[in-house]
């Protein structure tokens, strides 16, 4: 699980096996038990550490990963948003759609992004990226009843058949949308009102928001924590109506911060709820970023790169099972446990800066000399932990593992 191989054999290496090694490859290939199970669980696990009554942002974004081969399950061509330099415009791959739920690590108030749910595009047929983020949003809303549930993507699932499954599962949703969005203001009734009955439904359009009118707003400047640091952010703020949204009135945020280079470009961000104020918009996009730290630490760290699986439902289960492992290791930083930051600690360092890669590569010395076989109950079907003596502990590799 946190090996960083994603070649299944390569895995195997880290721990002492004691079954012939092909047993492990049917287990994952051909076991009795199913993904979504699992995914499900972990579900479970990384929303019981947040605290009841506050409001889960969970992150929609997508990753492509580069395969070689197009035999390989669900690989096609695919169109490179990122514009890579060093890559082409159109490459060969698996596109992934990830849903993952945001923390706050309390040491250091870094904002961390837990992966829970993934799925690749189909090789083949009608099935888009809507409709699988549309299936995990709506499997995720089913483990999460009674939940308040933020949405956060970018620009690209921000139209409005993506974001009308979303709107009827119960979540809110907050992203950046593009400067060509048709945005009215509210219309200004007549005062006094016209002693005459007009024909017709009264105005739902105001004015349009073109960029004329957005200069005639109010700048609001201030300062605010954001992506890692403190920033100077301008914005202009306005309840409108979103035309592509059937006239559903929201929060529009326009946008713009301070950085080595000067002002940055003007960004757009939309609030499904309108009673949210323009600087609470701005944090909770925020949240949004960590995903990409967790698509590069998933690829390279954790060996996404390298799922070679013939099979897409084997796909599936391996990388479900790093993503579990990549989650573990994270919640065992966030929640401060104290006996993975022991482990962990190094001598000339504060104990708040532990990190989830400092807690596994320490705890990837110490797991495989653990025997976790011994511990399963056959006839209970459930694990028993039992702390050996201290005349039993032969090392301090043995207590660690304990």
Not at 263 to 272: A, D, G, W
Not at 291 to 312: A, T, V
Request: aromatic share 10%; with cysteine.
């Amino acid at each position: 699980m946190i090996s960083g191989e994603g070649f299944l054999t390569q895995a195997l290496l880290v721990i002492q096996y004691e079954n012939v090694w092909s047993s492990y490859h049917h287990w994952v290939s051909q076991g009795k038990w199913r993904w979504r199970d699992l995914a499900h669980r972990l579900i479970l696990l990384v929303c019981s550490k947040v605290p009841d009554g506050q409001i889960t942002s969970i992150i929609l974004d997508d990753l492509t990963i580069e395969r070689c081969s197009a035999k390989a399950p669900a690989c096609r061509i695919h169109r490179q948003h990122s514009k890579k330099k060093n890559r082409g415009l159109y490459i060969l791959g698996q596109c992934w759609v990830f849903l993952a739920i945001a923390f706050q690590r309390p040491s250091d108030k870094v904002h961390t992004a837990i992966s829970v749910m993934a799925f690749p595009s189909p090789k083949s047929g009608n099935i888009s990226k809507i409709k699988m983020a549309k299936a995990m949003l709506k499997s995720v809303r089913q483990s999460l009843q009674g939940r308040i549930l933020r949405l956060l993507t970018d620009s690209w699932f921000m139209n409005g058949p993506r974001m009308q499954p979303a709107l009827e599962l119960g979540y809110e949703v907050i992203g950046h949308i593009p400067k060509n969005r048709a945005l009215y203001a509210l219309p200004v009734e007549a005062n006094p009102p016209s002693p005459f009955k007009r024909k017709g439904r009264k105005r739902i359009y105001g004015a349009k928001m073109t960029p004329e009118e957005v200069e005639k707003l109010p700048v609001t400047t201030m300062t605010v924590w954001l992506y890692r640091k403190y920033r100077t952010v301008s914005f202009r703020s306005c309840i409108c109506r979103a035309r592509f949204l059937k006239g559903r009135i929201v929060r529009v945020v326009w946008s713009r911060f301070e950085n080595d280079k000067g002002q940055t470009e003007t960004k757009l961000f939309l609030s499904i709820n309108p009673d949210l104020e323009a600087h609470e918009v701005l944090l909770a996009y925020s949240l949004r970023w960590p995903i990409e730290p967790m698509f590069q630490q998933l690829k390279h760290e954790f060996g996404c790169k390298h799922l070679w699986q013939r099979r897409l439902r084997t796909v599936l289960r391996w990388m479900h099972i790093k993503m579990a492992g990549y989650a573990l290791m994270q919640l065992l930083t966030i929640c401060q446990n104290p006996a993975a930051i022991a482990i962990a600690k190094i001598a000339w360092r504060l104990p708040d800066t532990v990190t989830a890669g400092t807690l596994r590569r320490a705890m990837f010395w110490i797991i495989p000399q653990f025997r976790i076989r011994d511990c399963w109950n056959r006839y209970e079907q459930k694990l028993e932990l039992e702390l050996p003596d201290k005349d039993e502990r032969s090392g301090s590799i043995l207590l660690k593992a304990t």
